[in-house]
Nanobody
Framework: VQLQASGGGLVQAGGSLRLSCATSGRTFSSYGMGWFRQAPGKERLFVAAITWGGSSTYYADSVKGRFTISRDNAKNTVYLQMNSLKPEDTGVYYC?????????????????WGQGTQVTVSS
């Protein structure tokens, strides 16, 4: 199973970025997907998750109303649209497949991870 995250970059506060995560090696439409981020020296934290069919989405309180997770099962890809970015959104963003039942915000519920893409928001 491979996950390839892309779309990160340097953006000013208030700007937008769209992250993509292309997957292969697994029936994509059978699994929930999640995005996490990790700031330097900090733990990896939950950002957003989406169910296998895309009917339900979940967000960390810090990104509600600004970020939107979506998926295209025909393209085996999950997206994270990030608007109104803040400096505290800076970090490496990881996509992951949710291979285990349970809470969406626990890293232990995810079994495969992408390599991460760097997002830097300047003030």
């Amino acid at each position: 199973v491979q996950l390839q995250a892309s779309g990160g970059g340097l953006v000013q506060a208030g700007g937008s970025l769209r992250l993509s995560c292309a997957t292969s090696g697994r029936t994509f439409s059978s699994y929930g997907m999640g995005w996490f981020r990790q700031a330097p020296g900090k733990e990896r934290l939950f950002v957003a998750a989406i169910t296998w069919g895309g009917s339900s989405t979940y967000y960390a309180d810090s990104v509600k109303g600004r970020f939107t997770i979506s998926r295209d099962n025909a393209k085996n890809t999950v997206y994270l649209q990030m608007n109104s970015l803040k400096p505290e959104d800076t970090g490496v963003y990881y996509c992951a497949t949710k291979g285990y039942n349970g809470a969406n915000d626990y890293t232990e519920r995810y079994d495969y991870w992408g390599q991460g893409t760097q997002v830097t928001v300047s003030s």
